[in-house]
């Protein structure tokens, strides 16, 4: 298995804001094709997303919808563009 993670820092006003927004556009999440989708708040408006995949393969296929959404993010909720990160999940329980 193979994940992304992202930190998102958001604009201190925005962050109930993005919590609706990221509901309203979950078909859009699901449609990158992943196994599983979690957003950690990390408190001090900072949230960690980790998105899982079952490959490597399936997590590339997904970068252009992962862009486009950390695209909207960033255009709207964030206060500083995001790094999607790309990790091996050595083990997931």
């Given amino acids: 298995m193979h994940?992304?993670?992202v930190e998102l820092k958001v604009k201190p006003d925005?962050?109930?804001a993005m919590k609706n927004y990221t509901d309203s556009i979950e078909e859009k999440i699901k449609a990158v094709g992943m196994k599983q989708f979690l957003v950690l708040d990390r408190g001090d408006n900072?949230?960690?997303?980790?998105v899982i995949y079952n490959s490597a393969a399936?997590?590339?296929a997904a970068a252009p919808i992962a862009a486009e959404v950390?695209?909207?993010y960033t255009q709207k909720f964030l206060s500083e563009p995001p790094e999607r990160k790309q990790v091996e999940v050595l083990f997931n329980y």
């Fill in 3 to 5: 994940a992304s993670y």
């Fill in 14 to 16: 925005q962050f109930e």
């Fill in 46 to 50: 900072t949230c960690l997303l980790i």
């Fill in 58 to 60: 399936e997590q590339e």
């Fill in 70 to 72: 950390l695209g909207e």
